[in-house]
């Protein structure tokens, strides 16, 4: 039997953490592997939600994952943002750091959407040069996340992938692959997902998201508000061909389920990887034996 390929600091499988989950995760202590947190919802300190973050980063490992960093505006870094996420970082200790490979603000507007980059050899250099400031500020490396896009730019001279590996290979940061991300611009400009996945560096892949997304025929929309389709799991099993064992969870922004509910597609990821990968199962079992989690007994 192979010896499963596992990234550095391998987390298996995790969710993102949304409120409506809190009690029930704090209660319950359910066997999931790690949580991923929307880093802006938990910046000031005090208060429920880092209450609950706080008592939850007790009992497992945490990722942060963040929406606001506009690493390829031409605007200066918010370096206002940047030390609240630092602070976040030191209270929190997660496991790593996430933004995304976009712009997001210009002239101090925010457009509170990821929009994508032109692909260029400039926009490489100013990208690569920004990553690298933040990583110094924060005294760690970070991960990028793929966008999904409806639209390029003439002036683009290079594919998405060539891209992002020139940016992660610049800057010596990581890269989060977004399966779904990928999926929804490939039907929206017309090229093969499996082709992106076989160009991207997997030594620098540390993470997965898998998601759901609304299809309207002539163009798909990244929704995070439906369960993961074939399509997905599809490219998922693809992936882990190409990258081995990647820390992988599932993202959902919109419609949220019950817990159990998304506990039962995460469990298709993982049987997915398990299926996939020989001696993955033996992995997993050396997370679950080391895991120390107890029943909230409402004073942790």
């Avoid at 390929?5 to 949304?18: I, P, S, V």
């Avoid at 959407?113 to 040069?129: G, M, R």
């Avoid at 929309?221 to 081995?244: K, M, N």
Wanted: aromatic share 10%; glycine share 6%; net charge negative.
């Amino acid at each position: 039997m192979t010896e499963t390929a596992l990234t550095q600091d391998f987390l298996g499988f995790g969710l993102g953490l949304r409120t409506n989950h809190f009690d029930h995760v704090l209660n319950t202590r359910p066997d999931i592997d790690w949580f991923e947190v929307l880093s802006e919802n938990y910046m000031v300190a005090g208060g429920k939600p880092r209450y609950y973050l706080e008592s939850i980063a007790e009992q497992y490992p945490i990722v942060m994952h963040g929406v606001s960093m506009s690493i390829g505006s031409t605007d200066p870094l918010d370096m206002e943002y940047l030390t609240a996420l630092k602070k976040l970082a030191n209270d929190v200790q997660p496991k790593w750091i996430s933004d995304h490979i976009c712009w997001t603000s210009i002239h101090d507007v925010n457009s509170h959407d990821l929009l994508p980059l032109p692909y260029t050899e400039e926009t490489i250099n100013h990208v690569a040069e920004r990553v690298r400031t933040v990583q110094d500020f924060l005294g760690r490396r970070i991960l990028l996340e793929n966008v999904s896009s409806y639209l390029s730019y003439k002036d683009s001279t290079m594919d998405e992938w060539t891209f992002l590996n020139a940016v992660a290979e610049q800057a010596d940061c990581l890269v989060l692959l977004d399966i779904n991300n990928i999926y929804v611009s490939a039907r929206n400009h017309h090229f093969d997902p499996v082709t992106y996945l076989n160009k991207i560096e997997p030594k620098r892949v540390q993470q997965f998201h898998l998601a759901g997304h609304s299809d309207y025929g002539d163009y798909v929309i990244d929704t995070h508000d439906h369960d993961v389709p074939d399509s997905v799991w599809d490219l998922y099993g693809t992936a882990l061909e190409r990258f081995g064992a990647v820390s992988t969870m599932i993202e959902r922004d919109g419609n949220i389920p019950e817990f159990s509910g998304l506990e039962q597609e995460l469990n298709i990821a993982r049987d997915i990887a398990i299926k996939t990968l020989p001696g993955l199962q033996t992995h997993l079992d050396g997370l679950n034996k080391n895991s120390n989690r107890n029943v909230f007994d409402g004073k942790s």
